[in-house]
Structures are given as structure tokens and as C-alpha cells.
């Protein structure tokens, strides 16, 4: 049975910082990697994914995945009050079954 | 705003009512899924369809009946819920198994 670990949170940032978010994996064979942002009352909105070792970066997010050590974190730059939610880290279960393995999720709270 | 549509957003029914949670996507994408979560859970996935077939039913009671019309469209059919029910409903697709997913906005469910 995969695992994906999350902390909990809540992880405080004052406004203008980076927000640093982590999640391990226990597959060593997990191959994708999702990151969803959910605001309280919402859905899930899909917000970065990545495949490959080494960094991605789209606008002020970056997801960082290192397959040897089995983690994958978001770096959120210059962090705004409007990034407070609660960040999912997910990857498939594998075999084309569809099935996402979810972390528990981040809260995240941008102080201004 | 987001790609997959859902209807209704809001949904009270009683325990002897049948009713029809609606689902619709204009992305091409062949995955779609219904997912069931609580507050502060992540998303629990119940069925899975993939071309059209339904390939994953993740033990769901009988109550829950789900439906794919065509490429665009799943359907969840409700009826003799119980109280627990009571959760947020969630479609989301993919151009295929194990790709990035979409969620739609949901349907917040209130069972009396």
C-alpha cells in the first residue's frame, strides 16, 4: 500500500516570505507527482505537477522532486495572504488504475 | 471557474429521496472519477470511469449509483442516503488514468 506524509501544519509564513512544503513517498517506483491548493469550502484546483528529478517553476510556485530521497516539496515565493489554504500532495497509485494516493494535506497561513 | 462542471451545488434531500448529481467536461479528456470528502480529509475516491466503462468501484454501498451517458457527461444517482452521506461531492477527469486529474467545484451534500 503506497503512503504519501504530509505535516499537518499549520505552516505560519509572514507575507513576502517562501513557504517551503514538503511530502514524502513511500513507492520508490512512483514515477508523478500533483500538488492541489484547496480553500477552505472548495474544491481541489490542480497547481503544479512534475515527472522528472530536479526543480520545475511556473510563476512564483516551484516544485522540487528527489526520487533518491523519495520527497517532493512546493516553494511558494513572495507568499501572499491569498495563498492560505491547505495543499495536497497526491501520486498515482500506479498500474493505469487512475486511483490517486493523497497526502493529508498542509494548512498554510500567510500572516500580512 | 473551472473546466468540469457540476450541478447542483448544493443539495438537501431526505433519507427516502432520489436524486441526480451531474457532471459534464469539454476537455476531451477519457477519465473521469467521483470522489467523496469530509471536512479537513483528503478526497476519497469512489468510482472511477475510463472510455466510457466503469473500471473502479472503490466498495461503495448500492446507494450510490453512477452513470456515464457519453464522453462528456457522469452522473451519480442518489437515493435512501444515510445522514453520514452528508459530505462534498466532487467530479474530476483526466486525459487519461494516471494523469493529472480536474476537479470541478463540487456539490455540497446535506442529508436530513
Given amino acids: ?112 | 471557474d473551472t473546466e468540469v462542471t457540476q450541478t447542483p451545488k448544493h443539495l438537501v434531500m431526505g433519507m427516502t429521496n432520489k436524486k441526480s448529481l451531474k457532471c459534464e467536461q469539454h476537455m476531451g479528456h477519457r477519465a473521469m472519477y467521483w470522489y467523496k470528502q469530509k471536512a479537513k480529509k483528503p478526497p476519497e475516491l469512489m468510482f472511477v470511469y475510463s472510455y466510457e466503462k466503469l473500471s473502479i468501484n472503490e466498495s461503495v454501498p448500492s446507494r450510490f449509483s453512477p452513470e456515464c451517458p457519453n464522453s462528456s457527461l457522469l452522473n451519480l444517482h442518489l437515493h435512501a442516503l444515510q445522514p453520514e452521506d452528508s459530505a462534498l461531492y466532487l467530479c474530476a477527469s483526466s486525459h487519461d488514468r494516471d494523469q493529472p486529474q480536474h476537479f470541478g467545484d463540487g456539490t455540497r451534500l446535506s442529508i436530513l
Fill in chain 1, 1 to 112: 500500500q503506497k503512503e504519501v506524509e504530509q505535516n499537518s501544519g499549520p505552516l505560519s509564513v509572514p507575507e513576502g516570505a517562501i513557504a517551503s512544503l514538503n511530502c514524502t513517498y513511500s513507492d520508490r517506483g512512483s514515477q508523478s507527482f500533483f500538488w492541489y491548493r484547496q480553500y477552505s469550502g472548495k474544491s481541489p484546483e490542480l497547481i503544479m505537477f512534475i515527472y522528472s528529478n530536479g526543480d520545475k517553476e511556473d510563476g512564483r510556485f516551484t516544485a522540487q522532486l528527489n526520487k533518491a530521497s523519495q520527497y517532493v516539496s512546493l516553494l511558494i515565493r513572495d507568499s501572499q495572504p491569498s495563498d492560505s489554504a491547505t495543499y495536497l500532495c497526491a501520486l498515482p497509485e500506479g498500474g493505469n488504475t487512475g486511483k490517486l494516493i493523497f497526502g493529508q494535506g498542509t494548512t498554510l497561513q500567510v500572516k500580512p
